[in-house]
């Protein structure tokens, strides 16, 4: 996949090297070319540029990238400029940091529902979570395993548990799911899950399982 993130400091670099690790295509941009050729060794890319001029911005390929990360921390001002001009470029996925409840807001009132706070999310934990598409959220209680949030596939909608065979085909557990409340922003969990549990449209499986298995079954999805 194609990322694009917009400031290099702890976060962003972090994010930027964890996903290039992974294989991923990953353009890092800041306006400080010491950043820059800092990581340049360690990113797919890195350009220097201002964030908050539209030409300089649109002369990256934001049109073909999955998610554009706007990583800039310590300049709110710059974050929510280059938010701004994100939008009006019509990019496909952005996800914001926040320092500040105040930037919160004004990203909702933008129309940006993904946004990262440094007090609540690890760039490694987001850059995990960006691996594996469909993902909502991830904890991580190894090295090599983990319990992820997933939006239900639409080929297992309408089938059961025993149904699917998540653990025979692909040795990941189902530990329960979430249904969807239309009108609030958390849905319900509906207990253990069992045999007989229906997976529906608009549910989330809470999975658990090891990073392999887990891309192997998401793989399978698609």
Do not use: W
């Not at 294989?23 to 220097?48: A, F, Y």
């Not at 709110?76 to 280059?82: D, K, L, N, V, Y």
Request: glycine fraction near 8%.
């Amino acid at each position: 996949m194609k990322y694009i993130v917009f400031g290099l400091g702890n976060f962003g670099s972090s994010l930027s090297t964890t996903l290039t690790a992974m294989g991923h295509e990953v353009i890092g941009v800041d306006k400080r070319m010491e950043k820059v050729e800092l990581h340049k060794d360690d990113i797919t890319h890195t350009i220097c540029l201002d964030s908050t001029d539209i030409q300089a911005v649109s002369s990256l390929p934001i049109g073909d990238a999955d998610t554009v990360i706007v990583a800039i921390g310590e300049d709110e001002g710059a974050s929510i400029m280059t938010t701004a001009l994100l939008k009006q470029l019509h990019a496909r996925r952005i996800i914001g940091r926040a320092v500040s409840e105040l930037q919160t807001t004004v990203m909702q009132a933008m129309g940006i529902h993904e946004i990262s706070r440094p007090e609540q999310t690890s760039a490694v934990r987001l850059a995990k979570r960006l691996n594996f598409k469909g993902v909502v959220d991830s904890f991580e209680l190894s090295n090599k395993h983990n319990i992820i949030e997933l939006k239900c596939p639409p080929k297992y909608e309408g089938k059961t548990l025993k149904e699917v065979e998540f653990r025979k085909k692909y040795n990941i557990t189902v530990l329960t799911t979430i249904k969807e409340v239309k009108g609030k922003d958390e849905g319900k969990i509906s207990g253990v899950a069992t045999a007989d549990t229906l997976l529906e449209q608009g549910d989330t499986l809470v999975i658990f399982g090891s990073l392999n298995d887990l891309r192997d079954m998401l793989d399978d999805s698609e």
